[in-house]
């Protein structure tokens, strides 16, 4: 284990809440595991007591057990709390499945990068054999893009243009008024063909603690393959999953 910092001990010390923290420290620090025994020994508590430890941690996704081995391992909520998008991820993932189920297409998580580009964190893709592929990792101009412009949607559009100039693009500050006043208006955005030939985009924002948008969900699929009449009902299940999203992030 690493060397911690001295600190002054607390007037008012809590045993148990010192144990299951050293605990959770241990287990974190293992990525190859931390046994019963090892656990008791580095507590100086009986076995029985480490156990009981490690199944508090584990209910609560701190630490997960191999039933082969008895072994425990850090658990999801360790990179949860050490990795922001690992959690966002963990969150968002089941929503954007039932999305893909729902509407057959590739959906994506995108955030804001440098304030001029749009960048996916994670997609689900479509079980369509002609279909928009995974995009993890891929960016694109937030200006042109349907989650770029959700992401943007609360900038000044002046500052947006400038932005965007900065970037060696060119910016219509009317036309990026008029996309922020269509999302505004319908909670929505929609674009045909203006990042890819060919491919169209529907995106819903993702609002933080604060009321300010910090992601886009987004549904990319081939031009035409989702009828006009169908948009709205499609927008509609992605403002719920947002919403689901926004309810789990905050929590």
Do not use: W
């Amino acid at each position: 284990m690493s060397e911690q910092p001295e600190r002054d001990q607390p007037a008012y010390p809590i045993g148990s809440v010192d144990k299951a923290l050293r605990l959770l420290m241990l287990v974190a620090e293992r990525p190859g595991g931390v046994r019963i025994g090892e656990a008791a020994a580095a507590l100086g508590v009986a076995a029985s007591t480490a156990h009981r430890l490690l199944q508090m941690l584990a209910l609560h996704g701190f630490a997960r057990q191999d039933p082969a081995t008895k072994v425990y391992h850090p658990g999801d909520a360790i990179d949860r709390l050490t990795n922001p998008i690992e959690r966002v991820r963990q969150l968002a993932l089941p929503l954007l499945r039932e999305l893909v189920e729902e509407c057959g297409e590739t959906v994506h998580l995108a955030a804001l990068e440098d304030g001029a580009a749009a960048r996916t964190l994670f997609s689900v893709e479509s079980p369509h054999l002609l279909r928009v592929g995974d995009r993890s990792g891929h960016t694109q101009p937030a200006h042109l893009s349907a989650m770029g412009r959700v992401l943007l949607s609360d900038s000044d559009p002046a500052e947006v243009a400038k932005a965007v100039r900065a970037a060696g693009s060119e910016a219509d500050v009317a036309a990026i008024e008029q996309h922020f006043a269509a999302i505004a208006e319908s909670g929505y955005m929609q674009q045909h063909g203006e990042v890819e030939s060919g491919v169209s985009a529907l995106a819903v924002p993702v609002r933080g603690a604060s009321g300010a948008v910090e992601y886009a969900i987004g549904v990319t699929y081939p031009t035409g393959r989702i009828p006009a009449d169908a948009v709205p009902e499609l927008a509609e299940s992605m403002k719920r999953a947002a919403a689901q999203l926004e309810n789990e992030l905050r929590r």
